[in-house]
């Protein structure tokens, strides 16, 4: 019997970047009777919060460095780490990889720089079509083929294969295990006591950490089977 269930967002809840459908946003509000509830992703709070359509859930987001509570209906981000990172090295060293993977083709910026320190490789660039973006990839084999090489590139961070046609790139000690880890630790609960329900725990994938943790784990191939995979829960 677990206390905690940890969620991903995009591709376990929701498509990328898309509101939760009444049927997923019910379901949790069911397992919220039984259990308590994390949202754990790789965006920000407030995106995720708002993607959820205000569904009252502690959510850490950025790998562990945001966290965010709801009290009294209000949204509060109770924690805000960040760093910086250098700009100029990170802009030179995408460029090297979109001309040595023929990715030369991007709307928008090349790379994207988050407040927090964050780093995203957009391979369609940061203003591509939503559209573009969800056919880019929908299976992973494109970025998982080139994974070793983008992870190669930048020996002193993470990357993870993110969203539906990028790469996250974060400083090392920001993954989801150490995310789910610090939470469990600060909420006196024993990681045995917690479940995670993610989209992507192969190798690479941003869901991996938590596979290597040793933390169990329930795999959700697309979000809309969502409801049959934790049913068991209920």
Known sequence: MKKLIAFDLDGTLSQHKTPINDVNRGVLTELSKK???????AGACRRIYDQLRQFPIDIV??????????TDGRFIVVRDESYTVDHEYFNATVASLRK????????GDSVE???????TFPILGTAAPLSEKLAYDPDRSKRRA??????????????FIGGSSSYDISK??????FALKRYC????????????VGDDFGD???????RLGGVDYVEVECYEHFPDKVAFLL
């Open 35 to 41: 259990y308590r509830l994390l949202m754990l992703g």
């Open 172 to 177: 090392k000690q920001f993954n989801k295990f």
């Open 113 to 119: 720089f988050h407040a927090s320190g964050l780093v």
């Open 100 to 107: 040595k993977l023929s990715l030369n083709f991007y709307y």
């Open 204 to 210: 690479g994938g941003n869901d991996s950490a938590i």
């Open 61 to 70: 987001g950025s790998y562990g460095m945001q966290q965010s509570v709801v």
């Open 146 to 159: 080139m994974y070793n090489t983008v992870k190669n590139a930048f020996p002193d961070f993470n990357v």
């Open 185 to 196: 630790d600060e909420n006196s609960i024993a990681l045995s006591d917690a479940l995670f």
